[in-house]
């Protein structure tokens, strides 16, 4: 009888056992460590907000450090366009006419996923197609073709804002050319900008527009300034508003153009608020992703009023990053 009454009480406790462990298994879920991780713990990629090809480009690698060119081939018009002159095709005064390569070369620090700062110079070799090797290896100071001046500091923020991609950075470049220093008076500039994308779902068309900013600083006063007499067309602050459209093939190729409507200069020798109004321009062009980290735009830029072959610009942007 003690036997029996023993083995009931031990079964009765192993389907007790049984049951409880039943129900906390019921009432349990499965939750992955990425679920509780607090959302800045988590590893982003800023390819995953960012889809735009041109603008991932432009971001920088998403190495902790890096190095970059953003170089463009500032060429002549359809019907010359490797010649050594570069038309004025929009109609405004031009500091120098002359086919160029130009740009800036520098390395760059990723804070995080989404923001990086950048130090770098300006580097440029006038007429390229036109002066002989040694010239491009010599400075404009000893009577070459090559210049390196103008250093830079910017940061830039690459983020995604609900159906938008957008690209803000700030900056400032020092002058350091002498023509520049000696004649202009300039000290250097300040500059800002803000690039949105908008996504259509299941097009392949990606509608933006883009914003900059400037303010130029000098190191003389507007009324001190009698180069060019009493006016002084220097101007020290401006902004534009350039909508454009691109429509993407595939992963590699994508139409662009850019319309430039709105453009205004402020001239020191006029009153504040008063600005003047750029010429209307265009430009068309083809983008060539060749990998993430390099991007081609060969393009044409164009004042639709004064729409003919030989008052075009035609040219070539790069990006590329490195490590």
Known sequence: MKTQILMSLI?????TSVAQAEEQSSNTSTVKVSDVQ?????????????????????SGSKSKWS?????????????????????NYSGEAALDGRTNIS?????????????????????SILTPFQSRGEDMLKMAKDGGASDISTPSITWGNTQRIGGTQNSFSVGYSHATKEFYTDVIKSVGDLSLSHVVIFDIAGSNW??????????SLYSDSAQSFDVIGNDDRRSDYGIGFYPFV????????????????????????????????????????????????IYLYPNMQFAPENLKPELTNVGLSTTLNVF
Not at 67 to 84: C, Q, R, Y
Not at 103 to 123: A, C, E, F, K, M
Not at 251 to 265: A, L, N
């Open 11 to 15: 079964l009765a406790a192993s389907m």
């Open 38 to 58: 607090a959302k800045d713990e988590q590893v982003k990629d800023l390819d995953q907000e960012i889809t735009n090809a041109k603008m991932r480009a432009e």
């Open 67 to 87: 190095m970059s060119a953003d170089l463009t081939f500032n060429g002549g018009n359809l019907v010359e366009p490797f010649g050594k002159v570069r038309p």
């Open 103 to 123: 740009g800036d070369i520098g390395v760059s620090y990723r804070v995080n996923p989404n923001n990086r700062v950048s130090l770098s110079t300006g580097v």
């Open 206 to 215: 990606q509608p933006g527009f883009s914003t900059s900013a400037y303010y």
């Open 246 to 293: 691109e429509y993407a093939f595939n992963d590699t190729f994508s139409f662009r153009t850019v319309f430039r409507p709105f453009t205004y200069s402020h001239m020191r020798s006029d009153d504040a608020g008063t600005f003047e109004t750029s010429m209307y321009t265009q430009s068309v062009g083809l983008g060539i992703a060749v990998t993430r980290d």
